[in-house]
């Protein structure tokens, strides 16, 4: 079963977002050294392997949510599947949920003190409870520890020495991921731009579970308005068997692995 909790409603959610389009070009990569093809392909592949390596996620987490001066803190009970599926249960003080919130990958569902209230469309209703826009599966991949996008060839590689990591640029007509990745090539945090509307998000406190490389610590950053969001994993469980019942139904079609 999920781990029980409480705390406070739908700001819950990680408030990331990832903006479709693409009105402008987002801000110049930072000047780095070239690497060799070998470095590149073996960063590639280490970030590939990683991502296939999760596929859930169960765990109690603090969340904190600072908007200008207002800060809000809660505590947070997940369940999540890499097909984009995930169940997020706000705690009490007496660890009881008071807002459920679950999705099959596409649409999502919300359970509180009213009337569930439900969308086909996932980014609608996560907008309508964050006031952002992203898709259930990008959320996913955040709460993972895991790059908003899959990484994949082609990828751009350098060295910034003045920081001590690698970068990793990849890009399509919409959108440019930046990631960056410490001397073990270990994934310590990144970027993702649609135009200039983006987010940036930082891991740490990885740690060792059952062979895997997790953060235990999650912040991420809204460049378009002063909101961060730190998420630090109090209790954690990598590849549980999660019943498919934690989650709504899934209707035919993939997940949503973009933006909205």
């Known amino acids: 079963m999920i781990p029980a ?8 959610l990680l408030a990331v977002s990832f903006l479709g389009g693409c009105a402008s070009l987002p801000p110049p990569r930072e000047a780095g050294q070239p690497v060799s093809h070998e470095t590149r392909d073996e960063l590639v592949g280490r970030l590939q392997v990683h991502q296939e390596q999760i596929r859930s996620l169960r765990g109690i987490a603090a969340v904190e949510i600072a908007v200008s001066e207002e800060t809000r803190r809660f505590r947070e009970a ?10 997020l249960e706000t705690l009490n003080a007496f660890g009881l949920p008071v807002l459920i919130v679950a999705s099959d990958g596409n649409r999502v569902v919300a359970h509180g003190a009213s009337e569930p209230v439900g969308s086909p469309d996932g980014c609608e209703l996560l907008e309508r409870l964050l006031g952002l826009r992203l898709s259930p599966a990008t959320l996913v991949r ?72 997790v953060p235990m610590r999650i912040a991420v950053t809204q460049a378009r ?19 498919d019942q934690f989650f709504p139904s899934p209707r035919a079609g993939p997940a949503q692995s973009g933006g909205c």
Request: proline share 6%; net charge positive; with cysteine.
């Open 142 to 213: 955040l709460l993972a520890g895991l790059p908003p996008r899959r990484v994949g060839p082609p990828v751009f590689a350098s060295y910034l020495p003045g920081r001590r990591v690698y970068l990793l640029e990849q890009e399509d007509s919409h959108w440019v991921q930046r990631l960056y990745l410490d001397l073990s090539g270990t994934l310590v945090g990144g970027e993702i731009w649609a135009g200039r509307r983006g987010l940036s998000f930082d891991f740490t406190q990885v740690r060792d579970v059952d062979g895997i490389a």
């Open 78 to 87: 997940l369940a999540l599947k890499s097909d984009g599926r995930f169940r």
């Open 5 to 12: 909790g409480r705390g406070r409603m739908g700001c819950a």
């Open 225 to 243: 308005r002063p909101v961060r969001v730190t998420l630090t994993y109090e209790t954690i469980d990598v590849n549980p068997i999660l019943a």
